[in-house]
T-cell receptor
Framework: AQSVTQLDSHVSVSEGTPVLLRCNYS??????LFWYVQHPNKGLQLLLK??????LVKGINGFEAEFKKSETSFHLTKPSAHMSDAAEYFC????????????FGKGTKLSVKP | KAGVTQTPRYLIKTRGQQVTLSCSPI?????VSWYQQTPGQGLQFLFE???????NKGNFPGRFSGRQFSNSRSEMNVSTLELGDSALYLC?????????????FGPGTRLLVL
């Protein structure tokens, strides 16, 4: 069965410092992995996705994630945090097979201090 | 291209009532999925439709139902509302059902059950 574990429920960084949001996955298939962001009172926006091509995936707004099969990890990083990055981030795995439904992690709330 | 739209955006109902939520996918997208988001349970998959057929269903009681029309628009219905049904209901559309397809989310319908 597919699952994702986000290792931190809350991460706080200062503006201009690096961001690291950690995610581990479990999958019976070769996984498709996504990171989505949700700003307060908004829907979910796709940041990036991994679908078995390059292991380093670049997304929007300077975010990137690296797929590491040996560690079953898909951590999200950004070199320099901006105040507008404050939001909740979800690591997501696709169910796989003939089903497209997404399985979400519990989310990591990112706070950015000035 | 217009994004996923959901109506209504906010809804207040009382226990025992029923409610219908609507979702219009991105033009050309034939797959629609529904998710429930609550503070306690996070984001959980409800059901997935493609070409007017329910292809996949999450672990929710039969009070939750849905359908998809020939123009790919979808509705979900919750009957005999309970307090625990208070949540943000998110609709997502994609071109097809596939683990690699990106799902694009609407802004959600926030349901409050009193």
């Amino acid at each position: 069965a597919q699952s994702v574990t986000q290792l931190d429920s809350h991460v706080s960084v200062s503006e201009g410092t690096p961001v690291l949001l950690r995610c581990n996955y479990s999958s019976s298939y070769s996984p498709s992995l996504f990171w989505y962001v949700q700003h307060p009172n908004k829907g979910l926006q796709l940041l990036l996705k991994y679908t078995s091509a390059a292991t380093l995936v670049k997304g929007i707004n300077g975010f990137e994630a690296e797929f590491k099969k040996s560690e079953t990890s898909f951590h999200l990083t950004k070199p320099s945090a901006h105040m507008s990055d404050a939001a909740e981030y979800f690591c997501v795995v696709s169910h796989g097979g003939s089903q497209g439904n997404l399985i979400f992690g519990k989310g990591t709330k990112l706070s950015v201090k000035p | 291209k217009a994004g996923v739209t959901q109506t209504p955006r906010y809804l207040i109902k009382t226990r025992g009532q029923q409610v219908t939520l609507s979702c219009s996918p991105i033009s050309g997208h034939r797959s629609v999925s529904w998710y429930q988001q609550t503070p306690g349970q996070g984001l959980q998959f409800l059901f997935e439709y493609f070409s007017e057929t329910q292809r996949n269903k999450g672990n929710f009681p039969g009070r939750f139902s849905g359908r998809q029309f020939s123009n790919s628009r979808s509705e979900m219905n919750v009957s005999t509302l309970e307090l625990g049904d208070s949540a943000l209901y998110l609709c997502a559309s994609s071109l097809a059902i596939s683990a690699q397809e990106t799902q694009y989310f609407g802004p959600g319908t926030r349901l409050l059950v009193l």
